[in-house]
């Protein structure tokens, strides 16, 4: 029996699972973009930090109609950017379509419309439209507004961000392979930071229905012998029924290809954080030890479905091991999502108390209201530990 391509050894999965599928059309065109991207940054010297964001889409056919999505809106990924982007990185971003953007994730989606930060001014007599005033950001808005513009026309005049879509988990994987080798030049200025939530399951292209799956009648001429009233469709490429049936979906586990990532495409010396999401907090520091450990790359941060927004854990090769970082309870925005109640429980399970830092963290954020990200917490901490492997590198002499 052929072994399943999450069952092959790494290369060898790579070379069926890249040979099945073909490149995402977009593709020659974003390597381009990302190779002058890597030159200009290259030669300034800069560090830059591939992030990726959103969740992937599975589809069930070959001409799309139907594919299976993830909760992921982005948000990690898009604020990350943000915050690298202030630590003097340079981001590509590679992303699911229409999910958070860096800046403009302020204004967008039904949560943050930009339409609600607008308004009509008043008419001025001198206008040649005098019925109609300018349009204008509402003064409550005008400072975070001029503040989040100015950041972006920042980054976007001085070429600091590359924005690039993917939809599906193949264009994703093609997409991270080609990035990946182009970012060699970059050696241990290179990062990736990898938060996009990409589909654990995939329908082969040798099993995918090449058209819409029928749920109903077909017409005459399509019908074939009676179907079975218990026989259950399962998507594949077999013949449809006529009457209406249960969709039962087969899939594959994908290849990981964390492997090939870490030992193959990318850039000597370059860090790798991978992150890991489980919903049982006894479940998540254990999940996340075992993810660095299978792909001995440089740091797994693991994170809640329902405390993602206030607490994740960083787990290291190097001491401390496990270390939570948290935003102080006085400083925890809402989520209507989250579920406060959970922050500590993970740590908690281990028989752990908070840390010192911790507490010290509490205490000083004591009457401070504003609530914060906890990405501006999280990647001033990444950044020590790739400066503090950059520093390493440039002290090891050349092998
Ligand atoms: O977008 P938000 O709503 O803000 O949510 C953010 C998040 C919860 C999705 C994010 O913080 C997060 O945890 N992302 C990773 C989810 C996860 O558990 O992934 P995983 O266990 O399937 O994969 C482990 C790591 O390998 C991840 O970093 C993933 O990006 C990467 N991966 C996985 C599979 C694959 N084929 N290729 C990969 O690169």
Same mark, same amino acid.
């Given at each position: 029996? !052929?072994?399943?391509?999450?069952?092959?050894?790494?290369?060898?999965?790579?070379?069926?699972? &890249?040979?099945?599928?073909?490149?995402?059309?977009?593709?020659?065109?974003?390597?381009?973009?990302?190779?002058?991207?890597?030159?200009?940054?290259?030669?300034?010297?800069?560090?830059?930090?591939?992030?990726?964001?959103?969740?992937?889409?599975?589809?069930?056919?070959?001409? !799309?109609?139907?594919?299976?999505?993830?909760?992921?809106?982005?948000?990690?990924?898009?604020?990350?950017?943000?915050?690298?982007?202030? %630590?003097?990185?340079?981001?590509?971003?590679? #992303?699911? %379509?229409?999910?958070?953007?860096?800046?403009?994730?302020?204004?967008? #989606?039904?949560?943050?419309?930009?339409?609600?930060?607008?308004?009509?001014?008043?008419?001025?007599?001198?206008?040649?439209?005098?019925?109609?005033?300018?349009?204008?950001?509402?003064?409550?808005?005008?400072?975070?507004?001029?503040?989040?513009?100015?950041?972006?026309?920042?980054? +976007?005049?001085?070429?600091?961000?590359?924005?690039?879509?993917? !939809?599906?988990?193949?264009?994703?994987? &093609?997409?991270?392979?080609?990035?990946? +080798?182009?970012?060699?030049?970059?050696?241990?200025?290179?990062?990736?930071?990898?938060?996009?939530?990409?589909?654990? &399951? /995939?329908?082969?292209?040798?099993?995918?229905?090449? #058209?819409?799956?029928?749920?109903?009648?077909?017409?005459?001429?399509?019908?074939?012998?009676?179907?079975?009233?218990?026989?259950?469709?399962?998507?594949?490429?077999?013949?449809?029924?006529?009457?209406?049936?249960?969709?039962?979906?087969?899939?594959?586990?994908?290849? +990981? /290809?964390?492997? %090939?990532?870490?030992?193959?495409?990318?850039?000597?010396?370059?860090?790798?954080?991978? &992150?890991?999401?489980?919903?049982?907090?006894?479940?998540?520091?254990?999940?996340?030890?075992?993810?660095?450990?299978?792909?001995?790359?440089?740091?797994?941060?693991?994170?809640?479905?329902? !405390?993602?927004?206030?607490?994740?854990?960083?787990?290291?090769?190097?001491?401390?091991? *496990?270390?939570?970082?948290?935003?102080?309870?006085?400083?925890?925005?809402?989520?209507?999502?989250?579920?406060?109640?959970?922050?500590?429980?993970?740590?908690?399970?281990?028989?752990?108390?908070?840390?010192?830092?911790?507490? *010290?963290?509490? %205490?000083?954020?004591?009457?401070?209201?504003?609530?914060?990200?906890?990405?501006?917490?999280?990647?001033?901490?990444?950044?020590?530990?790739?400066?503090?492997?950059?520093?390493?590198?440039?002290? +090891?002499?050349?092998?």
């Amino acid at each position: 029996m !052929t072994p399943l391509v999450g069952e092959m050894s790494p290369a060898a999965a790579e070379s069926v699972y &890249f040979n099945e599928y073909p490149p995402p059309k977009a593709l020659p065109k974003h390597e381009a973009l990302a190779r002058a991207f890597i030159e200009l940054h290259v030669e300034a010297n800069r560090r830059v930090v591939l992030v990726t964001s959103g969740g992937t889409t599975v589809p069930l056919e070959a001409q !799309t109609v139907r594919f299976i999505d993830n909760f992921s809106a982005g948000t990690r990924g898009a604020t990350s950017a943000e915050y690298f982007l202030e %630590q003097g990185y340079a981001v590509i971003f590679l #992303h699911r %379509q229409y999910s958070l953007l860096p800046y403009s994730r302020h204004y967008s #989606h039904s949560t943050n419309c930009f339409l609600d930060f607008m308004d009509e001014a008043p008419p001025s007599a001198d206008s040649s439209n005098p019925g109609d005033g300018p349009i204008m950001v509402r003064d409550e808005y005008q400072d975070q507004m001029r503040s989040v513009l100015r950041k972006y026309r920042y980054a +976007k005049q001085n070429n600091r961000l590359l924005l690039l879509p993917f !939809t599906t988990v193949s264009e994703y994987m &093609f997409e991270l392979r080609s990035l990946a +080798k182009l970012m060699r030049p970059l050696n241990e200025n290179a990062l990736f930071y990898l938060a996009a939530a990409v589909s654990d &399951f /995939f329908i082969p292209r040798s099993r995918m229905a090449e #058209h819409k799956i029928q749920s109903s009648e077909l017409p005459p001429h399509m019908q074939g012998s009676a179907v079975d009233p218990d026989e259950i469709y399962t998507g594949e490429n077999e013949e449809q029924p006529s009457n209406r049936k249960k969709l039962v979906v087969n899939l594959d586990p994908v290849p +990981k /290809f964390l492997h %090939q990532l870490v030992d193959g495409w990318a850039p000597e010396g370059s860090m790798v954080v991978s &992150f890991k999401l489980e919903t049982d907090p006894s479940l998540l520091v254990y999940k996340a030890r075992t993810a660095l450990q299978r792909y001995s790359h440089h740091l797994v941060i693991g994170n809640l479905l329902s !405390t993602r927004k206030w607490e994740v854990v960083f787990i290291t090769p190097d001491e401390p091991h *496990e270390r939570w970082i948290r935003v102080p309870k006085s400083r925890r925005s809402k989520s209507i999502s989250g579920v406060e109640d959970q922050v500590g429980l993970a740590e908690a399970m281990k028989g752990k108390s908070p840390s010192v830092e911790q507490l *010290e963290a509490e %205490q000083a954020a004591e009457g401070q209201r504003d609530g914060i990200e906890i990405e501006s917490l999280i990647i001033p901490e990444l950044v020590k530990l790739h400066m503090k492997m950059v520093e390493k590198k440039k002290k +090891k002499p050349a092998e």
